[in-house]
């Protein structure tokens, strides 16, 4: 085929295109002389308006004390500080960063105490003392535009952190150390001149302490972020500062009396 019939081509294609589009500006200025200025009515959807149901307390049926409970006590609530430096590659240019959206997740809390201190320990700390190991990520959803005006993207990472520090406890139970080579009693054969080999007794045992564990309270993270756009490759960078502020609370569930010691004071003179 020539050159000129995919010109004409071209050219009643592009004229059809360019007609559409008017026709379909003009309907849309028709619709608005048609209708004018008259109120667009909104369908009701079905709805119910409840009425009020009475509710009566109940007093839940309960021993008196004193007696013992197994429950969680508090061992310590300390306020931590984590400094947190991540850079963050987007996937696209950035020309503006709109907004970020955080989440901060705990995947570690740990609780190690530390041994009895000894004559010749060199480290000379408390005996109340116990290690606090932290892990887990701020979970940050950036949401940002590539031009002046367009679509907005979003992007989502997970920036980790770790840390541990040295906790003064309260109430801590001792843990109770677990034999697993027991003790062996031997007998005597019945020709009482050697052990008897086809029988033995042993006493093993085992003692299965209470793992302190955590309990977040409250989170809060202060951040800079500035952004470095490489105009030359097209690449955007996000640097992120951020300062973590976790309310951690130690807790270890103990055997504890309830009501043993009443303190009955005298009220002279009422």
């Known amino acids: 085929m020539s050159k000129k019939y995919y010109d004409d081509y071209d050219s009643y294609d592009h004229n059809k295109k360019e007609s559409k589009k008017n026709d ?50 508090v061992l310590a609530e300390v306020f931590i500080q984590i400094p947190v430096e991540a850079k963050v590659p987007m996937p696209k240019f950035v020309y503006e960063i709109k ?34 190991f932290l892990e887990g990520y701020v979970e940050k959803n950036i ?34 150390k677990s034999f697993k080579s027991g ?10 001149l050697e052990g008897d080999k086809k029988n033995h007794f042993q006493i093993s045992s085992e003692f299965f302490n209470e793992k302190p564990f955590c309990e977040i309270v409250d989170a809060d993270i202060s951040e800079f972020d500035f952004l470095e756009n490489d105009y030359c490759s097209h690449e955007s960078m996000l640097t992120e500062k951020m300062a973590i502020h976790l309310t951690v609370k130690l807790l270890q569930v103990q055997q504890r009396w309830i009501n043993k010691h009443r303190h009955h004071h005298d009220h002279k003179g009422e």
């Open 24 to 73: 379909c500006h003009k309907n849309k200025c028709d619709d608005h002389k048609k209708y004018g200025d008259k109120e667009v009515q909104c369908e009701f959807v079905k709805a119910e308006t409840l009425s009020e149901c009475r509710n009566y307390p109940v007093y839940p049926h309960a021993e008196h004390g004193p007696f013992i409970a197994k429950l969680p006590v």
């Open 99 to 132: 907004r970020i959206k955080k989440n901060i997740h705990i995947t570690q809390c740990e609780v190690v105490p530390l041994p009895p201190m000894k004559k010749h320990d060199q480290c000379h700390h408390e005996e109340k003392m116990v290690k606090l």
């Open 183 to 192: 003790f062996e009693y031997k007998f005597i054969d019945k020709n009482n």
């Open 143 to 176: 949401e940002y535009v590539e031009d002046c005006s367009g679509p907005v993207y979003h992007h989502t990472v997970k920036v980790p952190f770790r840390c541990f520090t040295e906790v003064e406890v309260d109430e801590l139970q001792p843990f109770k």
